[in-house]
T-cell receptor, first 112, second 109 residues
Framework: EPEVTQTPSHQVTQMGQEVILRCVPISNHLYFYWYRQILGQKVEFLVSFYNNEISEKSEIFDDQFSVERPDGSNFTLKIRSTKLEDSAMYFC??????????FGPGTRLTVT | RKEVEQDPGPFNVPEGATVAFNCTYSNSASQSFFWYRQDCRKEPKLLMSVYSSGNEDGRFTAQLNRASQYISLLIRDSKLSDSATYLCVEMNTGNQFYFGTGTSLTVIP
C-alpha cells in the first residue's frame, strides 16, 4: 500500500539555524500539506499546496516558513531562523482529490 | 475561531463494550468531516470519512447531525487494539483541516 514518507525522523538543530524537512507524498496524489503538533497539543494546519503553488496557509505559516516541490516527488518545508517554540512534530500529508488526507510518520524537530 | 471541540476523556472501557464519542463544530458551511486515530507519538491515520448523514465500517459507525452541528463515532465490541486517541476533523470550504484535541480511549482486558 502506498505511503507518505518523511525524512529525517528526528532533527535536532540550534536556535537560529535553518532546517529543511522532506516528504515524499503518495505518487498519484495532487494535494500536499504540512501540519505540526506540539507535544500534548492538537494537530495544527500550516499550509496546503496544489498545482505548484500554495493554496491555503494558516496564521502560523509566516515568513519564517516556505514550501517547495523541487521535483516530481519531493515536497519540502523550510524553516528559517528556528526558535525554541518551533520544536514539534511536523507531519506531511497528501490527498488525491483534496478530501481524505494521508499522513506521513512525521519529523520530530527539536530546537535547542 | 472555535473550531472543533471534543471531550478529551479519558474513556476507559472493558473489552467488548460499546463506546461513543461526540465532537461539535462551529462552521455551519463545512461539508466534510473525518475521524482519525492517533497512537502515541505516531501520525494520524484515517479511520472514516463522514460526508452526509453517516458512514459505517464494520464495528465503527460515524454519524453527522447538521442541525446540532456535531458528529459522533460509535465503536462496538471494543478490542484492545482500539486503544488510541480519536481525532475529529472538520474540513472547511477552503479544504483546510481543523483537528479537535482528541479523545483518549483505553480498552481494558
Amino acid at each position: 500500500e502506498p505511503e507518505v514518507t518523511q525524512t529525517p525522523s528526528h532533527q535536532v538543530t540550534q536556535m537560529g539555524q535553518e532546517v529543511i524537512l522532506r516528504c515524499v507524498p503518495i505518487s498519484n496524489h495532487l494535494y500536499f500539506y504540512w501540519y505540526r503538533q506540539i507535544l500534548g497539543q492538537k494537530v495544527e494546519f500550516l499550509v496546503s499546496f496544489y498545482n505548484n503553488e500554495i493554496s491555503e496557509k494558516s496564521e502560523i505559516f509566516d515568513d519564517q516558513f516556505s514550501v517547495e516541490r523541487p521535483d516530481g516527488s519531493n515536497f519540502t518545508l523550510k524553516i528559517r531562523s528556528t526558535k525554541l517554540e518551533d520544536s514539534a512534530m511536523y507531519f506531511c500529508a497528501s490527498s488525491i482529490l483534496g478530501y481524505e488526507q494521508y499522513f506521513g510518520p512525521g519529523t520530530r524537530l527539536t530546537v535547542t | 475561531r472555535k473550531e472543533v471541540e471534543q471531550d478529551p476523556g479519558p474513556f476507559n472501557v472493558p473489552e467488548g463494550a460499546t463506546v461513543a464519542f461526540n465532537c461539535t463544530y462551529s462552521n455551519s458551511a463545512s461539508q466534510s468531516f473525518f475521524w482519525y486515530r492517533q497512537d502515541c507519538r505516531k501520525e494520524p491515520k484515517l479511520l472514516m470519512s463522514v460526508y452526509s448523514s453517516g458512514n459505517e465500517d464494520g464495528r465503527f459507525t460515524a454519524q453527522l447531525n447538521r442541525a446540532s452541528q456535531y458528529i459522533s463515532l460509535l465503536i462496538r465490541d471494543s478490542k484492545l487494539s482500539d486503544s488510541a486517541t480519536y481525532l475529529c476533523v472538520e474540513m472547511n470550504t477552503g479544504n483546510q483541516f481543523y483537528f479537535g484535541t482528541g479523545t483518549s480511549l483505553t480498552v481494558i482486558p
